[in-house]
């Protein structure tokens, strides 16, 4: 099944304690991006990456961290977590930045820093 | 720089009437996509439809179409015949050079 897996889909953890939230794809897709969403302000992109070893801030990448050493996975480190970056958190992945599939989710990941 | 402008936070329809979701859009990128999500209460993201930013037509998925009208920079969403499951989180969403930008999005209510 083609799919976004994501982990863990919950998380406590205190702050200044570093993180990993993994995502993988199996789709070959080019294109993966994290966001994160948090009411009343929509999905905010943290980072995208364009292909292997490429990747980009978004409009939100303070605090945050990737790497794209295999084209199906880009995991989201948070090196010192703060109660602000309390989210939910989506990977997401598509063939091309401009495909017209659109993208494919994975299922999120509540975050809670306290 | 890239904005989706999503001006409705909420929304009601009755079922089997038509409702409009609102989205305009800035972009200085000469090609542009414009896409629709929906997210149910569950909160996973399931893209709806897309609209390449030189299409000539109107995009439509099954009930889904989008109104696009690249003068005024619009890309509403128009769901026909609604239906008790569309009731929803939409969003608005635009990719250009290298960003993918979503709006806040407009919460869908349909009325038995």
């Not at chain 1, 993966?32 to 939100?60: A, C, F, H």
């Not at chain 2, 009437?17 to 999500?37: M, N």
């Not at chain 2, 996973?44 to 099954?62: C, P, W």
């Not at chain 2, 929803?88 to 050079?97: D, E, L, N, V």
């Amino acid at each position: 099944e083609a799919q976004v897996t994501q982990n863990p889909r919950y998380l406590i953890t205190v702050t200044g304690k570093k993180l990993t939230v993994t995502c993988s794809q199996n789709m070959n897709h080019e294109y993966m991006s994290w966001y994160r969403q948090d009411p009343g302000l929509g999905l905010r992109q943290i980072y995208y990456s364009m292909n292997v070893e490429v990747t980009d801030k978004g409009d939100v990448p303070e605090g945050y961290k990737v790497s794209r050493k295999e084209k199906r996975n880009f995991p989201l480190i948070l090196e010192s977590p703060s109660p602000n970056q309390t989210s939910l958190y989506f990977c997401a992945s598509s063939p091309g930045r401009d495909a017209v599939v659109g993208y494919t989710f994975g299922s999120g990941t509540r975050l809670t820093v306290v | 720089a890239q904005k989706i402008t999503q001006t409705q936070p909420g929304m009601f329809v009755q079922e089997k009437e038509a409702v409009t979701l609102d989205c305009t859009y800035d972009t200085s990128d000469p090609s542009y996509g414009l896409f629709w999500y929906k997210q149910p209460s569950s909160g996973e993201m399931i893209f709806l439809i897309y609209q390449g930013s030189y299409d000539q037509q109107n995009a439509t998925e099954g009930r889904y179409s989008l109104n696009f009208q690249k003068a005024r920079k619009s890309a509403n969403l128009v769901i026909s015949a609604s239906q008790l499951g569309d009731s929803a989180m939409y969003f608005c969403a635009i990719s250009g050079t290298y960003k993918y930008i979503f709006g806040t999005g407009t919460r869908l209510k349909v009325l038995a």
